[in-house]
Each structure stands twice: as structure tokens, then as C-alpha cells.
């Protein structure tokens, strides 16, 4: 008995059925005489009805959860590209208006600076 197929074993269990089986499984350790195993074991945790449920599948139907993890990857790569786009046309706006700022500012400066030249002329 080792972690890996104890583990493999409980985990293809339906939840109901797996806390009674990795008790059994702990006392067998025990019994063996492999403490570390049996606390071992005992720290594995009862899985959710929705984790139990993908592990079937991934069991199951292996290609059909390489295909959903492929298309879960393309569409991260989608977001982060349409995320870039969004920020790229942020950055974009942002420097438009401070430049309009700027030329604003700039002609403010200027005409003040042509109305002092005209009073002390």
C-alpha cells in the first residue's frame, strides 16, 4: 500500500463512500505499522460533489478535458489580448488629452506672454 493508489482509489470513490474508506485505509497503515502513511492518508479530504464529478470525467473521458483546458487557454489568450487592446486605446486617449492639455496651456501662456510684450512696448 502506498499514497498514490490509496489516493487514486479513494478519489474514483463516490463521496458518501469515501471517509469510511479512508479510515480503513488508515487503520491497514497503522496495522502495518507505517504511522507516517496512515497521517498521511488521514489528511486526505472528502472531495466536493463538483470535484468528485470532474475527477469521473478526467478519468473517463481524458481527451474531452485536454480539449476543455485547450480552449480554456485560448480564451485567456484572447483576454489578455483584448485586455491589451482595451489598454493600449486607453493609453492612447490619455495621451491625446494631455497633449491637447499641454497645446491648450501652451497658447495660454503664449498669449499671455505677447499681451506683457504689448504692454511694456
Known amino acids: 500500500m502506498d499514497l498514490e493508489s490509496v489516493t487514486e482509489e479513494l478519489y474514483g470513490l463516490p463521496p458518501q463512500d469515501f471517509t469510511a474508506a479512508r479510515g480503513r485505509h488508515v487503520a491497514a497503515a497503522r496495522t502495518a505499522g507505517d504511522r507516517a502513511l496512515a497521517r498521511q492518508i488521514q489528511t486526505l479530504r472528502r472531495p466536493t460533489l463538483s470535484a468528485w464529478a470532474s475527477n469521473l470525467l478526467v478519468r473517463a473521458r481524458p481527451d474531452e478535458v485536454t480539449s476543455l483546458l485547450a480552449l480554456a487557454r485560448r480564451l485567456e489568450t484572447a483576454e489578455q489580448r483584448e485586455e491589451t ?37
Open 85 to 121: 487592446a482595451r489598454a493600449a486605446a486607453h493609453r492612447a486617449q490619455t495621451q491625446a488629452e494631455a497633449a491637447a492639455r499641454a497645446a491648450d496651456h501652451a497658447r495660454r501662456r503664449a498669449g499671455e506672454a505677447a499681451a506683457r510684450a504689448e504692454r511694456s512696448a
